[in-house]
Each structure stands twice: as C-alpha cells, then as structure tokens.
C-alpha cells in the first residue's frame, strides 16, 4: 500500500494549494458543523471536533470560519443545515473497488453527481455490500517524520493501540483501530512529536495492483468524484508500485 498512502498524502497536501482550495474548506467546514452538533461544541471535550478543528487551521481555514461552523453545530448561532452521511459503493476501472462517503442534505442530488462521476470515467455504482465487506474502519494519524525514526514512534504510541508505523518518505503513516485513534494521537502529543491528521478512515484488507494506464484513469475517476461537493472521502482498494507512480506523475 506505499503507493497508495503516498499518492493520497502527496495529492492532500497539494489539495491545500491548488484551485480546490475552496471545495476543500467546504468540505472541513461540514466536518466541523456536523462534529459539534453529534458531539458537543467543545472541542475538549469532543475529540472528533477537536481533530476536525486541527485539520481545518493546517489546512489554512481561517479561524473565523472554523468557530462560525463550530457555532452552528453546536446550536449557538443559526444557519446549520441538516447533514447526513451516507455511503456509496461502485468500481473503478481495472476493477478497484471504491466507496464514496457523502455529507448531504439532500440525498437524491448526492446520488444523481456521485452515479455520474462514476460513469462518466468508466466506473459504475454497486449494490449496497458489493464492496464494504473488502474494507476494515481504521484510525489512521499522519506525522511529519522531522528526524524521528519509525522506532522513535512506534515507541511512543505502542502502547495506546498503534498496529503499524508505516514509512511514507516524508511522513509517518500510524494505523490502529478506529477507537484507539484519539489515544495514539494524544500519544504523540504528549511525547511532545507534532502530528498532521488523525481520521478515521476505510482501509483495504484486499488491494488491487495497477499498471500506469489502469492508474491514470482511477486517478481520474477519483478526481471526478472529490469534485462533487457532496463528496467528503474517497476510500479505495487500488494499490500502486513507487515506480508506475513516478510514471504517472
């Protein structure tokens, strides 16, 4: 899975930089809104706020922003739509199998711009199950490596669940279950090692290797799919060697 991980750590960086800029504080926004109001508006006492809260300011929303979307969740100020999450599950070309996480309020349009995106760059959407059984909910934390060594790491969060410390070139990949993610996060925090992102994310038990032509169009496909602004997470099984990823560019 290096390829992958990379290729999804290298493309979110970018992300933050380029013309989807805005696309993407929508997307952090609505994560905020809605952890607020499912968990409380404060942040200590509300870890999926607090992570919520953290990925927006490294990401450059502005603070105005992040305490407005904080407010509306928590009922302290009007305005807050009604979000809810549903999933979608399809293919890829090369026969990758994705799902599509939404936050909508309004579930028929979810439906009609992921069923496009999907046929549009030759995937197709699937039966509820076809696909979620190939994917486990995870907790996945990123960190910036800043000469730490995996051992450094694995050291620190060992204990508060970590599975894996995966080497990602520039960062640290730390996986454990989906519970156990604010536990390896404060870890890390209280070890005094700086983090990136702590999520809880869909990950692979089954990848599918791509050669360069199979994984340009799943890039695309992928691309087409973030594009929707109900999209909030595209989860995947496609797996790319280092050497088709530095074909592709």
């Known amino acids: 899975m290096s390829g992958h991980s990379k290729w999804a750590t290298t493309k979110h960086k970018k992300a933050a930089l ?29 870890p999926t706020l607090y992570d919520a809260i953290q990925k927006a300011k490294r990401n450059s929303v502005p603070q105005d922003n992040i305490e407005r ?12 739509a009604e979000w809810q999450n549903t999933m979608y599950e399809g293919y890829a070309p090369g026969g990758v199998a994705v799902l599509i996480e939404c936050l909508t309020d309004n579930k028929n349009r979810a439906a009609s711009e992921v069923r496009t995106a999907l046929t549009r760059n030759g995937g197709s959407l699937a039966d509820a199950g076809s696909v979620s059984y190939l994917f486990t909910r995870k907790g996945v934390v990123l960190m910036p490596k800043n000469s730490l ?67 340009r169009k799943v890039f695309r496909l992928i691309d087409a799919l973030e594009d929707c602004d109900d999209v909030q997470n595209v989860y995947s099984n496609f797996d790319v060697s280092d050497e088709v990823l530095a074909e592709v560019g």
């Open 18 to 46: 380029d013309a989807k800029r805005g696309k993407l504080f929508a997307k952090l926004i609505k994560n905020i809104e809605v952890a607020a109001r499912t968990g409380g508006g404060d942040p200590d006492a509300n």
């Open 69 to 80: 979307a904080r407010k509306r969740g928590a009922g302290e100020e009007a305005g807050g």
């Open 149 to 215: 060594s995996e051992d450094d790491v694995l050291l620190a969060v060992l204990d508060a669940g970590a599975e894996e410390v995966n080497d990602l070139g520039e960062s640290f990949e730390i996986v454990s279950e989906a519970g156990d993610m604010v536990a390896v996060r404060t870890a890390l925090q209280e070890a005094g090692y700086e983090y990136e992102s702590a999520d809880a994310n869909f990950l692979p038990s089954v990848t599918v290797p791509l050669d360069a032509d199979h994984a």
